[in-house]
């Protein structure tokens, strides 16, 4: 049974850091084909794809983003850690850690997030 | 890279039949055959409906389904039940990420 949960802050101030940090247990991220991702909703909006991280330690991210946003993994946690520098009221939203699933070997591509974890609400706000 | 563009809302009676259009370009939607379609209902986490474009995950009713067309895909759901009323994304691949829909809400008559 694969099940994921995100943990961090709920409050975080204009200008800081967040550290976000999902586990998640079923699955091993040392296994070939594995992947998480994150995904972010402020309220009562869309779902907006943040980044991805491989088994193998390759890493996507949103370019609109990409220049705020580290991903990392500690497999023998069995966690993976997204980092987002100078946070902004507007990046208040729920941020969801999902598992990336079938795995196409020939492209390198997930065919979608299968499993999320509850979702966190981060608020930015002085 | 855009959001994907989804019509704000969609309604039907029990028992008809509705479909979700969702319009990209030939980057994403047109260019790869990832386009996945999440169904989420208040309060809650995002559920996978259809992956690669036509593909329903194991448990997944079959009155979901999936196509493409050139760089529109669409989610059809038939037989429209009330606990279909959600909102609802699609998503696709796009040049080493991915991209989200802007979301529609189903509502049931």
């Known amino acids: 049974q694969i099940t994921l949960k995100e943990s961090g802050p709920t409050l975080v101030k204009p200008t800081q850091t967040l550290t976000l940090t999902c586990t998640f247990s079923?699955?091993?991220?040392?296994?070939?084909?594995?992947?998480v991702g994150w995904i972010r909703q402020p309220p009562g909006k869309a779902l907006e794809w943040l980044a991805l991280i491989y088994w193998n330690d390759d890493k996507r991210y949103s370019p609109s983003l990409k220049s705020r946003l580290t991903i990392t993994k500690d497999t023998s946690k069995n966690q993976v850690v997204l980092t987002m520098t100078n946070m902004d009221p507007v990046d208040t939203a729920t941020y969801y850690c999902?598992?990336?699933?079938?795995?196409?070997?020939?492209?390198?591509?997930?065919?979608?997030?299968?499993?999320w974890g509850q979702g966190t609400l981060v608020t930015v706000s002085s | 890279q855009s959001a994907l563009t989804q019509p704000a809302s969609v309604s039907g009676s029990p028992g008809q039949s509705i479909t979700i259009s969702c319009t990209g370009t030939?980057?994403?939607?047109?260019?790869?055959?990832?386009v996945s379609w999440y169904q989420q209902h208040p309060g809650k986490a995002p559920k996978l409906m259809i992956y690669?474009?036509?593909n329903r995950p194991s448990g997944v009713s079959n009155r979901f389904s999936g196509s493409k067309s050139g760089n529109t895909a669409s989610l059809t759901i038939s037989g429209l039940q009330a606990e279909d009323e959600a909102d609802y994304y699609c998503?696709?691949?796009?040049?080493?990420?991915?991209?989200f829909g802007t979301g529609t809400k189903v509502t049931v008559l």
């Open positions: 030939s980057s994403d939607v047109g260019g790869y055959n990832y």
């Open positions: 690669e474009v036509s």
């Open positions: 998503s696709s691949y796009t040049s080493s990420s991915y991209v």
């Open positions: 079923g699955f091993s991220l040392s296994t070939s084909g594995v992947g």
């Open positions: 999902a598992h990336a699933t079938y795995y196409d070997i020939l492209t390198g591509y997930y065919g979608g997030f299968g499993y």
